[in-house]
């Protein structure tokens, strides 16, 4: 009888166990399938708005644009329809607000109902004409031709450097500049975090006595638990005012900016983690090289290092990890501007800071909406990336030490 | 007395432990001297006495006097890298650095300033020679020190230890974690390295320690019991204790 409760109760235990990590394991898969669902739905839609439609001339040869010819259209960038492959003939720009130009308000007549016969008259006399239009206004006999817009390829979302998700007639949906905004700004933080993070780390493992270690080790585990927004006020306070000072620059908000408070952020893993490595060089090793007449800096150098190699490296990609996935800090420093950076001393955008400050204003469903979650599974990758890197890395070193 | 390695009434603290009792003991050059005892006697405290390997560890405090070639090692003027240079070390598990078989034993001499590469490249051949390891390696001297066996490590160790051309070597247990054969190889190096060296060697192996040694200190609790002839102590040991020892009635 006991015997039976015992058993039952590891059973019970068992299926508990089972379900929860089956529960788990679900959720987390769940959420990724989430994620690219939502976000391949920027692939399979119009880039203008819906409700809207870019109409022609019957006659225009043009069958389709891309969302980035119609944004050179709009720009005024491109003035004739040669250089899109039409007829030679020069573009005629029209949107809603020009018909004063075209026609009094009594011929439009009350609430303006004769609206859309007038655009399909319009549509039809001027060869070179594009109009941007509500498809109420739409005519059922219209005269003029819709034309279709083609989604944005994979190719134009990755190497599209305009982000503009929200831009009339056409949102321009470029994550180039993000992504580069990303990298640039999370490698200028292990630029500076690895320095610090590395000495900071030998000497708590090699030089400091166990009671300025019990003092600083706890130190730099909470400057892991200071939340993100605390950091990005400093940022704004301290660094950001200091760096337009130092560089006379019209605003202080850069990636400097956001790469020294990511630093600050990432030094806590890359201390602990390569603090960690560095102690399990060998005492052995370390008496070995010392007994060969080696000073503390040569073993430390030559010896405890190469053999914590491995360890460091997982350190600093971990450390770009926490810097690659840091939303609220760099939102508030590094001015948001969605272009490719040249110098760390102009405003970037990142990924997360984008999808923070968007998310709320995008309608769910959208376009832009989607582009956000596209930006997600980017998002998701990269860390992805970086995990299976450490993976390898800390797999091949547990290979070596086991020898 | 023209003894290389004296200590003279040597005490040894670790914080309160007192771990090396009031020691006295001259070792003649080129000779092996063996110590024996049971574990936790303070051998391995005595051989790290003689590079100041024990500086390492907090707490440890030394009172008499420690002589190597007639200098006092523990005298502030000392110079420990230099030490160091002239006392080798050779420890229980084999130790190499996580480097090539080739910069292992480099090591030594390019810590101590030494560039010249055609010297280092002749010195690396002759110290695994002298370690009765070049044949085995000679092939592979840029592979990683771990790719070899054990045993192969260990006089890895050594050739490293006599790259930099001591004049004495201390070896704590350096076959114990070896199989026979190896084990039978390190005592024929000895034998061969005495012509140049003074050794001083740490084992639990009495057989061993009877095969290679000249003279033989038996310890116990941190005291020195009795040091002497080898095939005297093995023989017609003057202390109880030392004839319990190694007639295997305790330790
Ligand atoms: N770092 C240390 N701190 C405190 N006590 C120590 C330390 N190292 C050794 N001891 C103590 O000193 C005594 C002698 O140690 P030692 O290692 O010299 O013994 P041993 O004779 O080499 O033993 P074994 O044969 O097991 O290697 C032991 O009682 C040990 O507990
Ligand atoms: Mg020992």
Redesign the interface.
């Known amino acids: 009888m006991r015997k039976f409760l015992r058993n039952l109760t590891e059973k019970i235990v068992e299926g508990i166990l089972f379900l929860s990590s089956t529960v788990t394991t679900l959720t987390v898969l769940l959420i990724i399938v989430f994620l690219f669902r939502e976000g391949a739905g920027v692939f399979s839609q119009s880039p203008v708005e819906k409700g809207f439609v870019i109409a022609v001339n019957k006659d225009n040869p043009i069958q389709t644009l891309t969302s980035a010819q119609l944004k050179l259209i709009y720009d005024q960038e491109v003035t004739n329809w040669s250089k899109l492959g039409g007829k030679n003939d020069s573009i005629i720009l029209f949107r809603l607000d020009d018909i004063g130009n075209y026609y009094t308000e009594d011929e439009l007549g009350e609430n303006f109902k004769n609206m859309p016969e007038k655009l399909s008259e319009l549509m039809d006399k001027n060869s070179g004409m594009v109009a941007f239009f509500s498809d109420k206004y739409l005519a059922k006999n219209f005269r003029g031709r819709v034309l279709k817009m083609s989604n944005t390829t994979l190719k134009e979302f990755f190497t599209g450097k305009e982000w503009f998700p929200t831009a009339q007639p056409s949102a321009q949906m470029g994550v180039l500049s993000l992504i580069l905004g990303t990298l640039w700004v999370s490698l200028g933080a292990i630029l500076i975090a690895l320095p610090f993070g590395l000495a900071t780390a030998i000497y708590l493992a090699e030089i400091a006595?166990s009671r300025t270690r019990n003092i600083l080790k706890p130190l730099v585990e909470l400057l892991a638990g200071i939340p993100s927004v605390v950091y990005g006020f400093f940022g704004l306070i301290i660094i950001v005012p200091a760096i337009q000072k130092i560089f006379d620059l019209p605003v202080g908000e850069t990636a400097l900016a956001g790469s020294i408070i990511l630093g600050i952020m990432a030094l806590p893993t890359i201390i602990t983690i390569s603090e960690d490595a560095l102690r399990t060089t060998?005492r052995?090793?370390k008496?070995?090289?010392?007994?060969?007449?080696?000073?503390r800096w040569?073993t430390i150098s030559?010896?405890v290092i190469?053999?914590a190699m491995s360890g460091i490296t997982a350190a600093a990609i971990l450390g770009i990890g926490r810097a690659v996935g840091e939303t609220m800090a760099v939102l508030m420093v590094t001015g948001n501007a969605a272009v490719i950076p040249h110098t760390f001393l102009e405003p970037v955008r990142t990924i997360p800071a984008t999808i923070a400050a968007e998310l709320g204003e995008a309608p769910q469903g959208d376009l832009h909406y989607k582009a956000l979650f596209g930006l997600g599974c980017i998002l998701f990758l990269i860390t992805l990336a970086i995990n299976i890197t450490v993976e390898y890395i800390s797999g091949k070193r547990n290979k070596?030490s086991n020898? | 007395m023209n003894s290389i390695i004296s200590t003279r009434f040597l005490n040894l603290y670790y914080n309160e432990f007192h771990a090396l009792k009031g020691i006295t003991m001259d070792i003649q050059p080129n000779t092996v001297a063996a110590l024996i005892g049971p574990s936790g006697c303070g051998k391995s405290t005595f051989l790290r006495l003689f590079n100041r390997m024990n500086d390492l560890i907090d707490g440890v405090k030394i009172t008499g006097d420690v002589l190597v070639n007639g200098k006092d090692i523990y005298a502030d003027v000392l110079d420990v890298v230099e030490l160091r240079r002239t006392v080798g070390m050779v420890f229980q598990k084999p130790n190499p650095f996580p480097k090539s078989i080739f910069e292992n034993v480099a090591y030594g001499m390019r810590v101590n300033g030494i560039t010249d590469n055609q010297y280092i490249a002749e010195k690396v051949e002759e110290s695994l020679r002298q370690a009765a390891l070049w044949d085995e390696v000679k092939d592979k001297l840029k592979k990683s020190a771990f790719e070899i066996s054990g045993g192969q490590q260990q006089r890895l160790c050594i050739a490293r230890a006599l790259a930099i051309e001591p004049k004495i070597l201390l070896m704590d247990e350096p076959a114990s974690a070896l199989d026979p054969i190896s084990s039978a190889k390190i005592e024929e190096l000895i034998w061969e390295l005495k012509k140049d060296y003074t050794i001083m060697i740490v084992t639990h192996n009495l057989q061993q320690a009877g095969r290679v040694s000249d003279t033989t200190a038996f310890f116990y609790l941190g005291e020195l019991v009795e040091y002497g002839d080898t095939k005297e102590i093995f023989t017609q040991p003057k202390d109880k204790k030392t004839q319990n020892y190694i007639t295997g009635r305790f330790g």
């Open positions: 006595d060998p052995a090793m008496e070995a090289s010392l007994a060969l007449g080696a000073n040569q030559k010896v190469p053999y070596t020898d």
